[in-house]
C-alpha cells in the first residue's frame, strides 16, 4: 500500500511541471499583447531575429546577447528598444510606445525575465 501510494505522490509530481509549462504556454500563445511582441520581434525593421537568439521564436542570431540566457526584464528591455544599445539601433522613432511595450513584454516572458 505504501509503495503504491508514493508512485502516486512521484507521478503527479513530475506531471505537475510539465503541465504547468503546457498552461503557461496556452495563457502566452492568448495574451494578444504577448502575440503582438512576438510579430514585431519577428518583423519590426531590422527584426530582432537578425541579431538575437530566442528560442520562443526560433531565432539564431549572432550579433547580439542570447536573450534567453540574460533574460532581461520588460524596463531593459525597452529602455534598449528606445535608446539603442551598442550596436543595437534605436527604435524610439521607428516603433510606438504602445509597440515598444508589447516588444518587450514578449521578450522578457519569452526568454523567462522579470516581465510586470
Known amino acids: 500500500m505504501r509503495f503504491k501510494l508514493l508512485g502516486r505522490v512521484s507521478l503527479k509530481l513530475t506531471l505537475y511541471p510539465i503541465l504547468c509549462l ?3 504556454a496556452q495563457a502566452q500563445s492568448n495574451d494578444p499583447t504577448y502575440m503582438a511582441g512576438k510579430s514585431l520581434f519577428l518583423k519590426a525593421v531590422p527584426a530582432c531575429v537578425i541579431c538575437h537568439t530566442l528560442n520562443d521564436a526560433g531565432s539564431q542570431g549572432a550579433v547580439g546577447p542570447v536573450l534567453d540566457e540574460i533574460k532581461p526584464s520588460a524596463e531593459r ?3 534598449a528598444l528606445r535608446n539603442g544599445l551598442g550596436s543595437m539601433p534605436s527604435y524610439g522613432a521607428k516603433l510606438t ?3 515598444i511595450e508589447a516588444l518587450a ?3 522578457s516572458k519569452a526568454s523567462g525575465g522579470g516581465a510586470p
Open 22 to 24: 503546457a498552461c503557461f
Open 77 to 79: 528591455v525597452a529602455k
Open 97 to 99: 510606445d504602445i509597440q
Open 105 to 107: 513584454r514578449y521578450v
